[in-house]
């Protein structure tokens, strides 16, 4: 087994995710956003280390918001709350990075997840902001492969911005270093 460790895969996160800040003082904006069941509780779990503190959120938004050393990573749960996703947008501002997480075991919600997509990438304040796409649950043997995924959702119409598709799993820790490690390139370019 080569995997690393769980503790290994935190610590090389953490890390990564301070070589990202060329400024000590900068607040490095990541959104987490994904259906109800994607994963993304787990994959802030593997993001997480002992040095995150939690912050409770406001009731009625699902949303968790995590502070590290500057980045602030603000993990919310788009299920079924249509209702209150006009308040959402006051969010959206200063986005530094979008992290898009599907279950790529759940082919009954692709449409779904594919149309919260898109209407995420269709708001003016995320123009440009690059997205990576966490092709998560690849530990499942239903589970679509990312390419399939990408097919599905049309990924190489999107011209406006940096777009990364990365198989993972969150239980496992597979891919998601690479795909913090993209994270880290596209925030750095866009710094410049």
């Not at 123009?127 to 649950?137: C, E, Y």
């Not at 679509?144 to 190489?156: D, F, K, Q, R, T």
Request: glycine content about 8%; overall charge neutral.
């Amino acid at each position: 087994d080569l995997r690393a460790p769980h503790g290994a895969t935190c610590q090389g996160l953490l890390s990564i995710l301070r070589k990202l800040k060329s400024t000590p003082d900068q607040e490095v904006r990541i959104l987490l956003l994904g259906l109800d069941n994607g994963g993304k509780t787990t994959l802030l779990k593997q993001l997480a280390s002992e040095d995150i503190s939690h912050i409770t959120p406001t009731q009625g938004f699902n949303i968790k918001s995590v502070q590290s050393q500057g980045f602030k990573l603000n993990v919310w749960d788009i299920g079924g709350q249509r209702k209150i996703r006009p308040y959402w947008r006051n969010y959206f501002e200063n986005t530094d990075v979008l992290i898009y997480v599907i279950d790529s075991a759940d082919r009954k919600r692709f449409e779904e997840t594919g149309q919260e997509l898109a209407e995420l990438l269709d708001e003016e304040k995320l123009s440009g902001v690059p997205v990576l796409i966490f092709a998560n649950k690849q530990d499942l043997l239903t589970a679509a492969p990312a390419s399939e995924i990408a097919e599905g959702l049309n990924l190489h119409t999107i011209r406006d911005r940096m777009w990364q598709i990365q198989s993972c799993s969150a239980l496992t820790g597979e891919g998601i270093q690479e795909g913090m490690n993209w994270v880290c390139k596209s925030v750095n370019s866009k710094k410049k």
